[in-house]
T-cell receptor
Framework: DVKVTQSSRYLVKRTGEKVFLECVQD?????MFWYRQDPGLGLRLIYF???????EKGDIPEGYSVSREKKERFSLILESASTNQTSMYLC????????????????FGPGTRLLVL | GQNIDQPTEMTATEGAIVQINCTYQ??????LFWYQQHAGEAPTFLSYNVLDGLEEKGRFSSFLSRSKGYSYLLLKELQMKDSASYLCAVLDSNYQLIWGAGTKLIIKP
């Protein structure tokens, strides 16, 4: 079974703090993703990575950065947390890219619910 | 722009059948996914369609019409545990997943 873990289920931070969210997958997947999920808006892609040390901006990268130093680990960083970054953050991984269900299916971690005060 | 539309909320009765529709307009198409997400939990994979037609998997079936930009998820013999949000997502020409906002399904006894 694919397992994607996230460092925290719940997190409370203050405005201006630097926040690290970590994600680890144990299935040697090539691709990793960070999303945020807000009511009525669905999943919005923040950043993704197709390889170690490689990153690509998603739809809403402003205010975020990422790091992928090892294949299994993908970190999301909020340089200076703001109240509008209060959200559910979901990490996902997928085996590869080829347009087949086997490689494209994304597996999600349990999510981190972040509250910025 | 790219767009995925699905109803915000649906209600159905335990034991009945429900169809959740999804229409999409995307730059290219490399497949359509359905995911299930229980409240407070992560989405989990249900189905993937890339060719037109119906894919059946137990009580759940998914249909795709590429010419119409349309898919539906059919849930039969509804159980209380099927109460969840159902997310439609399309893989576009760049192999990026475009997500719908999800349909919250409420099952009543």
């Amino acid at each position: 079974d694919v397992k994607v873990t996230q460092s925290s289920r719940y997190l409370v931070k203050r405005t201006g703090e630097k926040v690290f969210l970590e994600c680890v997958q144990d299935m040697d997947h090539e691709n990793m993703f960070w999303y945020r999920q807000d009511p009525g808006l669905g999943l919005r892609l923040i950043y993704f990575s197709y390889d170690v040390k490689m990153k690509e901006k998603g739809d809403i990268p402003e205010g975020y950065s990422v790091s992928r130093e090892k294949k299994e680990r993908f970190s999301l960083i909020l340089e200076s947390a703001s109240t509008n970054q209060t959200s559910m953050y979901l990490c996902a991984s997928s085996p590869g890219t080829s347009g087949t269900a086997t490689l494209e299916t994304q597996y999600f971690g349990p999510g981190t619910r972040l509250l910025v005060l | 722009g790219q767009n995925i539309d699905q109803p915000t909320e649906m209600t159905a009765t335990e034991g009945a059948i429900v169809q959740i529709n999804c229409t999409y307009q995307t730059s290219g198409f490399n497949g359509l996914f359905w995911y299930q997400q229980h409240a407070g939990e992560a989405p989990t994979f249900l189905s993937y369609n890339v060719l037109d037609g119906l894919e059946e998997k137990g009580r759940f079936s998914s249909f795709l019409s590429r010419s119409k930009g349309y898919s539906y998820l059919l849930l039969k013999e509804l159980q209380m545990k099927d109460s969840a949000s159902y997310l439609c997502a399309v893989l576009d020409s760049n192999y990026q997943l475009i997500w719908g906002a999800g349909t919250k399904l409420i099952i009543k006894p």
